[in-house]
Each structure stands twice: as structure tokens, then as C-alpha cells.
């Protein structure tokens, strides 16, 4: 936001060579503008004037500003000559900047001095002096108190005066105090305030400032209203590129970047980003420059385009390093690794995690080298190395609990008792839950609350106590439903068809298993447009062969419950999804020839869910929200569902061949048996298991289930 800077313009009395300037030529700083827009106007050369004023917009107003600013003051002073000479040009430069910006801003602001009386003027000066002083306060964190006083007084007497311009820009200042404060609510009621007198004023290049922090603000505090946010940056943006304010319409480029990013529109996220970087680069802003380049290559490798991942990391690291930025380059070297890490180039991502830890180390910057600490232990455990992931995720911990740092402590902790857990250590994993679930209700993390609780229950159940377990288990089912958050809805199923198991209740075990299927089933639509779209079902396959293992118990105990069919049932879709897993990492176009406008729709129902999803998320992660806002986007959830189950069922009448590969139906155990031409026919389909396999002799009429062993003892 810009700040009314209330000091004095002496340039009168310096010497200035003469030059003649073409349009191209008035590329100039604001002390380069001010000194020889006022050196026309002592010559009188109103060609030069004119040109100056119509080519250099961004500079019209803070040199309108100082020259208000100085006139006011020489009127206070008795230096009624030098005041009429200045007054003048204040009245020319504003006329003029109307007549070639269609913006009547500067017009009202010398408006203002014509109206008021010496007191009024007087008090303006000391208003603009505290608002000055206000801005420099709020900068550090503990002489925000303090700004926020002082804007305070700087309002009321810009309310006083009726100075709406200088109102505007106060409650814009009051607004970021409020951010810092986290107070959300009012924070966003200043910033339409100041955003309403902006516009009464016609001040565009703080309209557009308005327009931005509003979207940001929404975006920061009110994550489930991304469409509203993105509206107002639309606007900004809009704004931006009208007025030709470069550096700051690339900040608002960026932001919508990351809107499109967590909207799951990877490509216009992309787009926003690297049109950004390219605004950054011509302006010589490097540090924003690197910081675009680095989200270009972040949704480059969310998209599965590793080369132009690397590509667009190598560039950012190459200006870094030139530039000598450690923190820059070891948030590089950070991305790097975690391309690294998807790609399984597990030493390359531990030579870019380690590079950066070495930086952040000698920078002394704590916070980055737990989180690097934190990257490494990830790495480990990827590689399977899980003492030395314990290692660094103790040294990490130590660290955010010195820092006082209690979300990162939780999730320490949590990363702990996974490694634990990994090591079959589960007493050791408990521990470490049991110490992460209270921070996590104490700071309202509903998120993380539930992981703690489904982790709990989990080890709990490998230690056999099972009843706390399922208490934990539904616990953590009753918040995951609250949240509609599926994927942790199915997990919870998961561990309570575990703990069943154990109890050998199979039936009650195998309906939760079930259950926890359906729902993951589900989820493939929206997770297709996801980050991890290639990798999502590759470690959940094991749910399939829980479910045919239990079937095939269930069978020996009651042979004449039709479990032999559920088995056979479970076992052709778990060879659906493997397919469709083996489609997916070849990356096969099965797409050619299919209806791009049921396509196009289909993309577009999947992102509306995803968002959908996403808001009642964050609605319901507040501590006070309504239940009509709820009710509503649940109903909107389920007419998009609707709605998909219809495309689905399009797709599969006008492109069998796209819909056959996409959405697999497995043949039943009746149908089979029609393809079979006579009694002497014999088929034999087996399902090998982790936990047992099995093997179905088919024939015409009959079906014989034979339990086998796991696979890796056949």
C-alpha cells in the first residue's frame, strides 16, 4: 500500500542541464521525473510537460503528493508567492494527468486544499506525519501496538477534515495490522472500507492495491471463498495492467498462481506463474523473479513433467547462486530434492537436501534447518533407512521445541512415531502420538488431530489393545466425517475393519473393509486431477487383498454364504485397479477419438468436487460456522456427484473403448460361467495375497474356492 511521505521538495534552487527528451527517452527514477517535470515547468515547456505526464503515469502521483505537500507548508510559513507558483502546477499537473488517465484522484486531492481553511491544512500535515509514522512502526512486530495507535489518531482527524483520500489509506494500514493480528473478520471489513473510499476518490493504482489485499486476505483467512478471492484479484490484476503497474501486477499474477494451484487448475497456476517471472526478469526484481521460477517448476513436476521441473529449478538456482542468496538457494536446492525424491533419484535428492542443509547451517538459520532436517528424514524413510530418518526427525524436534514452535513440534512428533511404527516399534510409535494428539486439539488442528488418532489406533492395534483402539479409531471417523475428508474417512474404516479382524469378528470387520473400498473407489474421479494422481493407489492395493483374504475365511467357516463370489468379486477388481495403475505409469492415451465436451465436463465436475470438498473443510475447521453453509455445500457436493455418475454413464454409451479402460467393470463369477461353453470346460483363476491366496476352479455350473497360502510362500 502506498504511504502519503510528507517531506520537503526544495528543487527549485538547483541547476539542472538542459535535455531534450523523445518518449522513448522518459524511462525515469521519481527523483529524475520530480527534478525535471519541475524544470518544464520553469521553462514553460508545456510539450514536454504533456509527454513527461502522459508516458510516466506511476510517477504523476508521488510527485503531486510532495508538491501538495510543500504547498501546503509554504502557505503555513506566509510564503505567499513561492505558494501560488506551486499551487499552479499542483493544478496543471492534475488536470492534465484527467485528461490523458481519465482519473480524477489527483484532482480531488488539490480539490481538498481549495476547500480547507488554515486549521484543516494544519491538521492534514500532522495527520500524514502520523500516518508516516504509523507505516514505519508497523513493520516490526513489536512496535506493531504502537502503529496501530497512531493510525488510530492519524483517522480520526482524517475523518475530521473529510479527507477521504488519506481515510482510505489509513484503514488500509490498520487492515495489515489486523493481518499480523490474525483477526480476520475485521481485517476484511478495513479493507473493503479503504477499498470504498478508493473508489470515491478514483485513485486506480490504490484501487487496484485494495482489490489485491482483499483477495489475498480472503485466500490467507478464508481458504474455503477461493473464488471470491480470485475475483478480486482478477480485478487487480485488471487494474494493474490498465495503469502499468509491472511489479505489483506480477505480485497479483502470483497470487493467483497459488489460487489456481489449491483449485487443482494446475495449468492456469502455471500460466499465472510464469507470466509473473517474466514481469519480475524485465524489472530487474530478482528475489520475486527465483520465487516465481521456483513455483513454475513445483507444478512442472506436480504435473508429472519432470525435465521442465528440472529445467525451471536449474534456471532459478543458476540466478541465485549468481546473486549469492544462501536462503534463495537452499529453498532451491529444496525443490530440487523433492523432484529428486518422486522421481526415486534418492541420491541426488539427499545431495540437494544435504547442500541445503550445509547453507541453512551457516546462515544460522534454525527454522530452515529443522525443516531440512525434516526433508532428510523423509528422504530415509523413502529409502527405507529408518533409524537414520529417526535421527534426523530427533534433531528436528529439538529444534522447533526451542524455537517454541507447536505445530512443527506436532508434526515432529507425529514423524517420529511413524518412523517407530515403521520399525515395527509400536510402543516407541505411541509414545509419540500420545505427546503430538494433545497439541493438536489445543491449537484447533482438526486435521492433524484426526492423522493422530487414526496413527494412535493403528499402533495400539499392532499391539494388541485393541479396545482403546477402536475408541481412538472412532474418534477419529466422528471428525473425518464432521470434515468430509474421504481420504481420512476410508483410512479410519480401514483400522477399524483391522481391529475387528484381530477380534475375529469377520463379518463386522469385512463391512468396514468394504465400506473403506467404496469410498477410495470414489475418490479415483477427483484424485485424477490431483498432485499425486500417478502414485495415489499404488500403496493401497493391500485393502483388495484384505478384503479376499477375509472373504476366503468367511467361506471355510460358512461355505454356503456366497464368500467364495465376494472373493472372486474383490480379486477382478483388484486386477481392474492394478491395470489401470500399469496404464497410468505408462502413461497410455486412451483419450484419441473420445467426446472432448463430455471430457471437458467431466475435468470440470472433478474440480468443482475437489473444491467443494475443500471448502467444507475449512468451514468446518473454524470455531464458529453455520449450519446452512454447510447443508448447502453439501447439497452442492451431491448434485456434482450426480451429476459425474451421469457423465460416467455418457462416456460409457458414446465411447465404450475410453470408458471400458477408465472406469473397468470386473466380469461377476456368473458371468464368467456363461462364457463357459459346456460342463467339460474348466477355468482356473487364481489371486495371490499377501496374507493367503486363492484359487477359484470354474466351471459351467459349479465354482470350487481352494485357500493357498501368502504369495511369497507359494
Not at 503555513?76 to 484527467?98: A, E, T
Not at 476484511?188 to 478514483?202: F, N, S, T
Not at 475447521?621 to 456434482?640: A, P, R, T, W
Request: aromatic share 10%.
Amino acid at each position: 500500500m502506498l504511504s502519503s511521505k510528507t517531506f520537503l521538495y526544495i528543487t527549485l534552487l538547483l541547476v539542472i542541464p538542459k535535455i531534450v527528451f523523445t518518449q522513448s527517452q522518459l524511462s525515469l527514477s521519481q527523483e529524475e521525473f520530480n527534478h525535471r517535470i519541475f524544470e518544464a515547468y520553469q521553462d514553460n515547456d508545456q510539450s514536454l510537460i504533456q509527454d513527461m505526464i502522459k508516458t510516466n503515469r506511476l510517477k504523476v502521483k508521488p510527485f503531486s503528493d510532495k508538491t501538495i505537500s510543500r504547498s501546503k507548508k509554504l502557505e503555513l510559513i506566509g510564503q505567499r508567492d513561492q505558494y501560488d507558483m506551486i499551487h499552479s502546477v499542483c493544478l496543471s499537473v492534475d488536470s492534465l494527468f484527467r485528461q490523458f488517465h481519465n482519473e480524477k484522484s489527483l484532482e480531488i486531492a488539490v480539490g481538498y486544499l481549495n476547500n480547507w481553511d488554515i486549521a484543516q491544512k494544519k491538521q492534514k500535515l500532522i495527520a500524514d506525519s502520523l500516518y508516516a509514522l504509523g507505516t514505519k512502526l508497523r513493520i516490526q512486530k513489536n512496535t506493531r501496538d504502537q502503529a496501530m495507535s497512531i493510525y488510530e489518531q492519524a483517522l480520526q482527524i482524517y475523518q475530521d477534515i473529510g479527507d477521504n483520500r488519506g481515510e482510505g489509506n489509513v484503514l488500509g494500514g490498520i487492515a495489515v495490522l489486523l493481518f499480523y493480528k490474525k483477526d480476520a473478520k475485521q481485517m476484511h471489513e478495513y479493507v473493503q472500507k479503504a477499498l470504498d473510499l478508493r473508489i470515491v476518490c478514483d485513485d486506480k493504482q490504490l484501487m487496484g492495491n485494495s482489490y489485491n489485499d482483499l483477495g489475498y486476505f480472503i485466500y490467507w483467512y478464508f481458504y474455503f471463498d477461493l473464488e471470491n478471492a480470485l475475483v478480486n484479484l482478477k480485478k487487480s490484476e485488471e487494474i494493474r495492467r490498465e495503469i502499468g503497474d509491472d511489479v505489483k501486477l506480477g505480485k497479483t499474477l502470483y497470487n493467483i498462481g497459488r489460487i489456481y494451484e489449491d483449485m487443482g487448475d494446475l495449468q492456469q497456476a502455471f500460466d499465472s506463474f510464469l507470466t509473473a517471472s517474466d514481469i519480475f526478469a524485465s524489472n530487474k526484481e530478482n528475489s520475486l523473479h527465483i520465487k516465481s521460477l521456483i513455483r513454475c517448476g513445483s507444478i512442472k513436476m506436480f504435473q508429472g513433467q519432470y525435465q521442465e521441473s528440472l529445467k525451471y529449478l536449474d534456471q532459478s538456482l543458476e540466478i541465485t547462486e549468481k546473486l549469492g542468496d544462501s536462503h534463495k538457494i537452499a529453498e532451491v536446492l529444496n525443490e530440487r530434492g523433492h523432484l529428486y525424491r518422486r522421481l526415486g533419484e534418492y541420491e541426488l535428492a539427499y545431495a540437494n537436501y544435504n547442500k541445503m542443509l550445509d547453507l541453512l547451517e551457516l546462515e544460522g538459520d534454525d527454522a530452515g534447518v529443522a525443516d531440512a532436517l525434516s526433508n532428510m528424514g523423509l528422504l530415509m524413510g523413502s529409502m527405507g533407512r529408518h533409524q537414520q530418518a529417526l535421527d534426523n526427525y530427533q534433531q528436528s524436534l529439538k529444534i522447533y521445541q526451542k524455537l517454541d514452535e507447536p505445530d512443527l513440534i506436532m508434526i515432529g512428533l507425529s514423524n517420529i512415531g511413524i518412523e517407530y511404527a515403521e520399525m515395527n516399534q509400536f510402543d516407541q510409535a505411541e509414545k509419540y502420538y500420545r505427546q503430538a494428539l494433545p497439541l493438536s486439539r489445543e491449537h484447533k488442528n482438526i486435521t492433524a488431530e484426526i492423522n493422530t488418532l487414526l496413527n494412535l489406533g493403528n499402533a495400539l492395534n499392532n499391539q494388541g489393545k485393541l479396545e482403546e483402539a477402536l475408541d481412538y479409531f472412532h474418534q477419529g471417523l466422528d471428525l473425518a466425517t464432521r470434515l468430509n475428508d474421504p481420504d481420512q474417512i476410508w483410512s479410519m474404516h480401514l483400522g477399524i475393519g483391522d481391529n475387528y479382524e484381530r477380534q475375529k469378528e469377520y463379518e463386522t470387520a469385512l463391512s468396514h473393509y468394504e465400506q473403506a473400498l467404496e469410498i477410495l473407489e470414489s475418490m479415483r474421479g477427483s484424485l485424477e486431477t490431483s498432485q499425486y494422481k500417478t502414485s495415489f493407489f499404488a500403496d493401497k492395493r493391500y485393502i483388495y487383498d484384505a478384503l479376499v483374504h477375509l472373504s476366503c475365511m468367511l467361506h471355510i467357516k460358512d461355505p454356503d454364504k456366497g464368500y467364495d463370489e465376494r472373493a472372486f468379486h474383490y480379486a477382478e477388481r483388484a486386477k481392474a485397479r492394478a491395470f489401470l495403475d500399469l496404464m497410468t505409469e505408462s502413461l497410455i492415451s486412451v483419450r484419441s477419438g473420445v467426446d472432448q465436451t463430455l471430457l471437458i465436463q467431466q475435468e470440470q465436475i472433478l474440480s468443482d468436487l475437489t473444491q467443494l470438498d475443500q471448502n467444507l473443510q475449512n468451514i468446518l475447521s473454524e470455531e464458529v460456522f453455520s449450519e446452512d453453509s454447510i447443508q448447502h455445500i453439501k447439497d452442492q457436493i451431491l448434485q456434482s456427484e450426480q451429476a459425474y455418475h451421469e457423465i460416467k454413464k455418457k462416456l460409457r454409451e458414446k465411447n465404450p473403448h475410453y470408458a471400458n479402460l477408465t472406469y473397468p467393470q470386473p466380469l461377476t463369477l456368473e458371468e464368467v460361467q456363461s462364457f463357459i461353453p459346456d460342463d467339460n470346460t474348466l477355468i482356473l483363476n487364481y489371486f495371490a495375497g499377501d496374507s493367503s491366496s486363492a484359487l477359484w476352479a470354474i466351471k459351467k455350473y459349479t465354482c470350487n474356492l481352494i485357500v493357498l497360502p501368502r504369495e511369497d510362500v507359494l
